[in-house]
């Protein structure tokens, strides 16, 4: 069964480091979605792709996150600098175009990047 | 804006009893619903999708209703193992491709 791909699976840094992290998602896959989710507490989405154009960023700490999806397959999430608040499980997720399952639309999460910023 | 609930945030049980947990969500006009497990330090597996026009979907020992009127969703696991000791997640589908996700229910199981 085709499944979303993350790497790496933990990552310790520093604070004001730079970290990335990589998904790939289930082939055929036109959009890919980025959550952040700190313990305790829900998925929460930071940027979400249709092929390679960001529709939707809004959430995203844009001083210091960055994305991109440049042949509209994988994708990486990049952090510069790192703050000790980053520290949190990143998800990554993928789906057909939006709408097009209709009332069975879901999502498919990746196994998540565990990120702790010492 | 969206906003889902889940209640009680932890639960124990000894094993064998029913599980039932809560969520709830403000605004109706969703096109499903989702529970998803997550163990932990890792992804999310989903175990049931119910569509907006469904009242409930069952798989095992799982089953999940939906009052979209009243916002609500029951997620029931029968006769509890220690290995559904989990954090269960629900969340709602409000537009294509935005999920909205509670702070998630976690379970422990005891032998």
């Known amino acids: 069964e085709a499944e979303v791909a993350q790497s790496p699976r933990y990552k310790i840094t520093e604070k004001s480091q730079a970290v990335a992290f990589w998904c790939d998602p289930i082939?055929?896959?036109?959009?890919l979605y980025w959550y952040r989710q700190i313990l305790g507490q829900g998925p929460e989405l930071l940027v979400q792709?249709?092929?390679?154009?960001?529709?939707?960023d809004s959430q995203l700490p844009k001083d210091r996150f960055s994305a991109e999806r440049l042949k509209g397959v994988d994708s990486t999430l990049k952090i510069q600098p790192a703050e000790l608040g980053d520290s949190a499980m990143y998800l990554c997720?993928?789906?057909?175009?939006?709408?097009?399952?209709?009332?069975?639309?879901?999502?498919?999460f990746g196994p998540g990047t565990r990120l702790l910023v010492l | 804006k969206q906003e889902v609930t889940q209640i009680p945030a932890a639960l124990s049980v000894p094993e064998g009893e029913n599980l039932v947990l809560n969520c709830s969500f403000t605004d109706s006009a969703i096109y499903n619903l989702q529970w998803f497990r997550q163990d932990p330090g890792k992804g999310l597996t989903s175990l049931l999708l119910i569509q907006s026009s469904q009242r409930e979907q069952t798989s095992g020992r799982l089953n999940a209703s939906l009052d979209k009127s009243s916002g609500r969703s029951t997620l029931y696991i029968a006769a509890s193992q220690p290995g559904d000791s989990a954090t269960y997640l629900c969340?709602?589908?409000?537009?294509?491709?935005?999920?909205?996700f509670g702070a998630g229910t976690q379970v422990v199981v005891t032998p």
């Open positions: 792709f249709q092929d390679e154009s960001v529709v939707d």
């Open positions: 082939s055929g896959h036109a959009t």
């Open positions: 969340a709602v589908l409000s537009s294509w491709g935005k999920l909205q």
């Open positions: 997720a993928s789906s057909s175009y939006p709408g097009l399952a209709g009332p069975q639309e879901t999502q498919y």
